[in-house]
């Protein structure tokens, strides 16, 4: 069973950077198809950025250009770098996990792994 840790979580002021964390145990993350979600209060999960065993990534159209997803094969390590944050990413942002690669790589149901989560807060 695939567990993942998430962190780097924190609150900040519009425009400012954060790098998010998640760190994979009980497989190879290098086997493994990553993403990360956020859901804000009230709101539905939504996929933030995945990125496949290849290397392929793709991202939610409001993200794309500010936000950029990476992995480290040899730390088990997932990451998101978030740039020019604005009040409208705040959420709880969650890793997630998948053995088997994804038809849509940005859908909740695709993913059967996920972290506790870590809180992103920006303020204006």
């Known amino acids: 069973q695939v567990q993942l840790v998430e962190s780097g979580g924190d609150s900040v002021q519009a425009g400012g950077s954060l790098r998010l964390s998640c760190v994979a145990s009980g497989y190879t993350a290098s086997s493994l198809y990553l993403a990360w979600f956020r859901q804000a209060p009230g709101k539905a999960r939504e996929g933030v950025a995945a990125?496949?065993?290849?290397?392929?990534?793709s991202y939610l159209d409001l993200v794309e250009g500010r936000f950029t997803v990476s992995k480290d094969n040899a730390k088990n390590t997932l990451y998101l770098q978030m740039n020019f944050l604005q009040p409208e990413d705040t959420a709880m942002y969650y890793c997630a996990a998948a053995e088997r690669r994804p038809i849509f790589s940005l859908l909740v149901s695709q993913y059967n792994n996920w972290g506790q989560g870590t809180q992103v807060t920006v303020s204006s």
């Open positions: 990125i496949y065993t290849d290397g392929v990534t």
